[in-house]
């Protein structure tokens, strides 16, 4: 069964605090996403990677960073989280290619307070 | 960089009734996918319609690429539809932009 995770799916932290979002994939694909998602915003890509340790900022990289050590899992990191990084967070993977489709996690929806 | 605009931003129907949603894109696209996202849901994938016609259950996607846009046709339209449908571009950098989508609301 094709299927990408997220853990945790709801989480309130206070600014300041650092957050660890994770995301996992059982399908090989060697791309994969996080988006955030905003009210009137739609999805903005945070980061994108290609493979393990092969990470690329995508429009909107500041105050985040990602690691990438195994190909079925993406964890987004937040150093000192802030008040305008509340949203819904999503995870996508995809197979690397010109036609690629890509395939969602269930997203994460952070409130820091 | 390459935009993405849908439209209608809504649309609001009777249940039976057919929609007919629109995607136009500003750049070359080597792949397109229609989205389907319940409030408050994760994005489902519909279609995957770089060019051409496909067709899956109720659903119908046309996409002109030399005219750089796509539309998603809705059948007889059932309550269950109602939410956003979203449109995605990619491009050979696998990066992928979203419209902002179309918010389908199927009155009973």
């Known amino acids: 069964d094709m299927k990408v995770t997220q853990m945790p799916r709801y989480l309130i932290k206070r600014m300041g605090e650092n957050v660890l979002l994770e995301c996992g994939q059982d399908?090989?694909?060697?791309?994969m996403y996080w988006y955030r998602q905003d009210p009137g915003l739609g999805l903005q890509l945070i980061y994108i990677?290609?493979?393990?340790?092969?990470?690329s900022e995508g429009d909107i990289p500041k105050g985040y960073r990602v690691s990438r050590k195994k190909r079925e899992h993406f964890s987004l990191i937040l150093d000192s989280a802030k008040t305008n990084q509340t949203s819904v967070y999503f995870c996508?993977?995809?197979?690397?290619?010109?036609?690629?489709?890509?395939?969602f996690g269930p997203g994460t929806r952070l409130t820091v307070l | 960089g390459q935009q993405v605009q849908q439209s209608p931003a809504s649309l609001v129907l009777q249940e039976g009734e057919n929609a007919e949603l629109q995607c136009n894109f500003s750049s070359t696209a080597t792949q397109l996918q229609w989205f389907y996202q319940s409030p408050g849901g994760s994005l489902v994938s519909l279609l995957s319609?770089?060019?051409g016609t496909k067709h899956t259950g109720r659903l119908t996607s046309t996409t002109v690429t030399k005219e750089r846009r796509s539309s998603l046709h809705i059948s007889s339209s059932q309550t269950t539809d109602s939410g956003t449908y979203l449109c995605a571009i990619s491009s050979n950098t696998n990066k992928v932009v979203f419209g902002t989508g179309t918010r389908l609301q199927v009155l009973p």
């Open positions: 996508a993977s995809s197979l690397t290619g010109t036609y690629a489709e890509q395939f």
């Open positions: 399908m090989s694909h060697e791309t």
């Open positions: 319609n770089p060019s």
């Open positions: 990677s290609y493979d393990v340790d092969s990470n």
